[in-house]
């Protein structure tokens, strides 16, 4: 079965027909989350590392692409931001344009962000200045592993170009517009041109993870392929296959600080 053909049989119903980049898409995901016990619990753990791995100083926490999530609620006082208004959201901005002065925020958090913006120099320059000393740039993104290559290039709507010679591509949409590879690219194929480019920025961890969990759970966009009932086992799975990440990850958390 063509796989066009099988996201559209499996679209959940709360976002299909709506155009990717419409708001109201990103305001339909929050509630499907919410509405998928499985997701959600991926979700809940994916908020809770980010928590974990918060710096010991002071200052404000930014969360940039807040609209589809809830990680405020695993970080009191966040600032939520998105690119464009939605329920729920403090603060629109672009992160290339971020509205605060130097060395003010503690760290910026980012869910499944990283990989669509079409110039992340921009943003690392950017979050370099407005972080504090110490603070942190903590993230879950897509990875690129064998696994991942297979289920990206034959399954996934998004673009996943790891041979890409460059970390920008064309704008089309703030989630149209992506590239899944990005965050590979930047961290371990170009990590030397990372480091001299941005010295400031620490690379202080990159942990792959997740080959299975949010695949069976439908994500975002789908229908739940696995009852609830069945998430301790795929998360013992996935535990016992940790040696293997380096093939099988789907996704890696990503942590920078600044020096």
């Known amino acids: 079965m063509p796989a066009a053909l099988l996201r559209r049989l499996l679209a959940h119903p709360l976002t299909s027909g709506l155009a990717l980049d419409d708001p109201a898409t990103t305001t339909a995901r929050r509630e499907i989350i919410a509405c998928k016990p499985f997701l959600k619990a991926v979700y809940d753990e994916w908020y809770t590392m980010i928590a974990a791995h918060l710096p010991p100083i002071d200052g404000r926490v930014l969360e940039l692409g807040s609209g589809a999530g809830y990680c405020d609620r695993f970080i009191p006082g966040l600032i939520t931001a998105e690119v464009f208004f939605v329920p729920g959201v403090r603060l629109v901005a672009d992160a290339r344009h971020l509205p605060f002065p ?19 120099r921009s943003f690392f320059a950017e979050a370099s200045r407005c972080l504090r000393p110490g603070g942190k740039i903590l993230m879950i993104e897509p990875w690129v592993t064998p696994w991942s290559r297979f289920i990206n290039t034959h399954f996934h709507h998004e673009p996943f170009r ?22 590979w690219m930047v961290f371990v194929r170009d990590r030397h041109k ?9 690379i202080e961890q990159i942990r792959p993870f997740l080959p299975f969990r949010y695949l069976v759970s439908g994500g975002v966009g789908m229908r739940s392929l696995m009852p609830f009932c069945l998430h301790g086992f795929w998360t013992r799975l996935e535990r016992l296959l940790e040696p293997e990440m380096h093939t099988l990850a789907m996704f890696a958390f990503i942590a920078l600080r600044k020096n």
């Open 102 to 120: 130097d060395d003010l925020i503690r760290a910026i958090v980012l869910t499944d962000v990283l990989h669509h913006m079409p110039d992340v």
């Open 194 to 202: 990372f480091e001299l480019e941005f010295p400031r920025l620490a």
């Open 162 to 183: 790891p041979d890409a010679t460059d970390w920008s591509f064309p704008s089309t949409g703030p989630l149209s517009g992506a590239n899944g590879a990005i965050p």
